[in-house]
C-alpha cells in the first residue's frame, strides 16, 4: 500500500501548546498534502510540500518533508481550541493522478 | 464561488436498495475523486475523473459500485443492492487540472450513508 500513516492516532493538549503530528509512507512521491477534518465530514487542505523541498510554513502551520526516510511531519505552534479536528496527510505516489490518505491523527486541543 | 456540493446530505436506506450519490464539483474543474470513509477511519480511494478521459475504477470494491460523470460537470455515484458495510461517509472531491503535482483537491460535505 502507498497510504501515509499518520501518528500519533490520536493526541490530547492544552491551548497554547504545540501540537505534532507524523506522516510515514512507503512509495516515493511527487508531493505530499495535509489536510484537516472537521466532524467527520469534508476535508480542507491545508499545505503542500513538494519532494524537492525540506520545509514549508503557513501561519502557526510547520511541515517538513524527509524523504529518504519517507516521513513527514506537521506542526501547528500555539494551538487553540479552533484546531480540534482530524488531521491527514495524503501522498500522491508515483502517479500523479491518486492521492493515498492516512487514518488520521485525532487532535483535541483543551481550553 | 460555490464550493463542491453534495447531495443528499444524509441517506438512510434498507439493506438490498439501490441509492444515488450526487457530486457537482467547482466550475472549471477538471478532475473529479470519490472517497468512501468509514467510521473513525482514513479515506478510501473509489473513482477519479479526467476530463473526457477513462475513470480510473480501480478503487471501487465490488461491481455493486459505479461511477458516471458527464463532461466536466455532476457526477453519480450508484451503490447496487446496499449492504450493511456500506454504511459510511461518501466525499467528493474536485481539482483543477489533471495530475497531482501542484494540486489540491476541494471537498465537498459528504454524503452519510446508512444502510439498515
Known amino acids: 500500500s502507498q497510504q501515509g500513516e499518520e501518528d500519533p492516532q490520536a493526541l490530547s493538549i492544552q491551548e497554547g501548546e504545540n501540537a505534532t503530528m507524523n506522516c510515514s509512507y512507503k512509495?516515493?512521491?511527487?508531493?505530499l498534502q495535509w489536510y484537516r477534518q472537521n466532524s467527520g465530514r469534508g476535508l480542507v487542505h491545508l499545505i503542500l510540500?513538494?519532494?524537492?523541498?525540506r520545509e514549508k510554513h503557513s501561519g502557526r502551520l510547520r511541515v517538513t518533508l524527509d524523504t529518504s526516510k519517507k516521513s513527514s511531519s506537521l506542526l501547528i505552534t500555539a494551538s487553540r481550541a479552533a484546531d480540534t479536528a482530524s488531521y491527514f496527510c495524503a501522498t500522491d505516489g508515483t502517479g500523479f493522478n491518486k492521492f493515498y490518505f492516512g487514518s488520521g491523527t485525532k487532535l483535541n486541543v483543551k481550553p | 464561488g460555490a464550493g463542491v456540493s453534495q447531495s443528499p446530505s444524509n441517506k438512510v436506506t434498507e439493506k438490498g436498495k439501490d441509492v444515488e450519490l450526487r457530486c457537482d464539483p467547482i466550475?472549471?474543474?477538471?478532475?473529479l475523486y470519490w472517497y468512501r470513509q468509514r467510521l473513525g477511519q482514513g479515506l478510501e480511494f473509489l473513482i477519479y475523473f479526467q476530463g473526457n478521459s477513462a475513470p480510473d475504477k480501480s478503487g471501487l470494491p465490488s461491481d455493486r459500485f459505479s461511477a458516471e460523470r458527464t463532461g466536466e460537470s455532476v457526477s453519480t455515484l450508484t451503490i447496487q443492492r446496499t449492504q450493511q458495510e456500506d454504511s459510511a461517509v461518501y466525499l467528493c472531491a474536485s481539482s483543477l487540472r489533471a495530475g497531482t503535482l501542484y494540486n489540491e483537491q476541494f471537498f465537498g460535505p459528504g454524503t452519510r450513508l446508512t444502510v439498515l
Open positions: 510540500i513538494r519532494s524537492n523541498e
Open positions: 466550475s472549471g474543474h477538471t478532475a
Open positions: 512509495t516515493s512521491i511527487n508531493n
